[in-house]
């Protein structure tokens, strides 16, 4: 039986129920998708709902003598699942995870008696699978296996370490956040747990040891569909940290965008005379003998042109994320003053409007920075997979003419509805940037480097 609740929830939060229904998915018909009008329980309206049962395949749990890819004839029939020539075979099954949660090490003690109760939690997408607790322990070993089915390769494991605690909800111990195509199969990582908001370390590490098979076509085509959405999301509150980072993020575009207009104008302008006369002779040369088809091979250009500074270690990708890292302590310390005092409450009724600022500011840095670091070659497999797309769009502009291109795209969009009345509008485009990290998810994916002093709690205590 699914049980159905309908809440209802302000910037308040406070919640109150609208209604609840039932489902009896027993007697529902397997891969179908079934409409349904559900009535609301001691409520008026009712639910309408899309629901389909498919069978779960991919995702255990078991101990370590017994892991799926420790067999060696079950990983062998895992890997040909995947091979090349299986590609156009259930378009939706990417990939396979197996992840061997050991051990962590020198956990926070979260209750008074100096001990913790530890358990981890694991997330990719949409799926979640926790571990077993073990009790008045700050070194647990857990020593599981659990696997997971592989829908974008571009998704993030994350892993959290929480405290049971009774009927009260579990206390946050440190967090990591691993993404798919960073992986190294096969070899057991220590990883350093970090905050809530993944930007600087927390008290503790975790051992963990992955494997990941995927099929590439799979996932070049996954790309430039649209992103499953999360079911659970937190709620956004205003922030002062957030709110001035994302200003100067935006900053930094804006700033990058307008020098480059600057420079473009003082070429017109003749301030310096072999500078004009450079611009000139490559604006005529450019314009006589440009064809559309050069416009992708240009960027096939920067791409190579950005690989040569990455691979001799002249440019590092990691330099804005590092900037990202020193985030001023002080700001947080006035989030939380500004919090005691009520400022959530004074400002509520223009709350709604300064976290739609703030959320737009987000979505702008986020959209300029995916374009950098596309280009920066930040996740290779992206950066290849783009490569491919302009070398393919290169040949197709040189050899059928544009009208033609233009026509099918539009025959296509007009009647992608016709095909498929539940098909959902996207943009690839669009889409293939959404799987590139903006700088401030390089930040929150980025693994720390064990380190043998002391936590920052008590560097924090030591320097008051």
């Known amino acids: 039986m699914l049980d159905i609740e309908v809440w209802r929830k302000d910037n308040k939060k406070h919640e109150e129920l609208l209604g609840r229904c039932h489902v009896d998915i027993t007697a529902m018909p397997a891969k179908q998708t079934n409409c349904l009008e559900l009535p609301l329980e001691k409520h008026p309206g009712s639910l309408l709902m899309l629901i389909a049962v498919t069978p779960c395949t991919g995702v255990s749990i078991s101990d370590l003598c017994v892991c799926p890819l420790g067999d060696p004839n079950e990983r062998q029939q895992i890997s040909q699942r995947y091979c090349i020539k299986n590609s156009f075979r259930d378009m939706k099954d990417v990939g396979f995870l197996q992840v061997k949660v050991l051990k962590a090490v020198d956990l926070m003690a979260a209750d008074f008696s100096g001990k913790s109760d530890p358990f981890c939690v694991l997330e990719l997408g949409n799926d979640m699978l926790q571990t077993h607790t073990v009790y008045k322990n700050l070194n647990p070993e857990w020593n599981k296996v659990f696997t997971f089915p592989i829908k974008d390769i571009h998704d993030v494991l994350e892993v959290t370490v929480f405290d049971e605690d009774g009927d009260k909800p579990p206390d946050f111990l440190g967090k990591v956040a691993i993404p798919l195509l960073s992986i190294r199969n096969g070899k057991q990582s220590c990883y350093t747990l970090k905050n809530k908001d993944l930007e600087r370390a927390s008290k503790g590490v975790i051992y963990l040891e992955l494997d990941v098979l995927f099929n590439p076509i799979k996932a070049s085509i996954r790309t430039f569909k649209p992103r499953e959405k999360r079911f659970t999301e937190e709620n956004r509150k205003f922030s002062k940290k957030i709110l001035s980072r994302n200003v100067d993020r935006v900053k930094k575009i804006t700033m990058a965008i307008w020098n480059t207009i600057q420079f473009l104008w003082s070429c017109f302008l003749w301030e ?58 002080d700001e947080d310390e006035d989030d939380k003053e500004s919090e005691k005092k009520g400022l959530i409450e004074r400002i509520h009724m223009v709350q709604e409007i300064i976290i739609a600022v703030q959320s737009i500011l987000e979505e702008i840095a986020s959209f300029g920075e995916r374009i950098k670091n596309t280009f920066n070659w930040t996740v290779p497999f992206l950066s290849v997979l783009a490569c491919l797309v302009l070398a393919a769009a290169t040949v197709i502009l040189y050899f059928i003419p544009l009208r033609y291109i233009v026509l ?12 498929n009345p539940y098909a959902i509008d996207n943009n690839e485009l669009l889409d293939f940037l959404s799987r590139v990290p903006s700088d401030v998810q390089k930040v929150q994916q980025a693994e720390l480097k064990p380190s043998s002093s002391s936590s920052p709690i008590r560097k924090k205590r030591s320097a008051l």
């Open 408 to 419: 099918i795209w539009g025959i296509n969009k007009f009647t992608k509805k016709l095909r």
């Open 272 to 329: 310096s005379t072999v500078k004009s006369l450079i611009a000139f002779v490559v604006f005529v040369v450019t314009v006589w003998t440009v064809e559309l088809y050069m416009v992708p091979l240009a960027l096939l250009v920067l791409f190579a042109y950005n690989f040569s500074l990455v691979t001799t270690g002249k440019v590092n990708n990691a330099q804005d994320a590092q900037e990202l890292m020193g985030l001023d302590e």
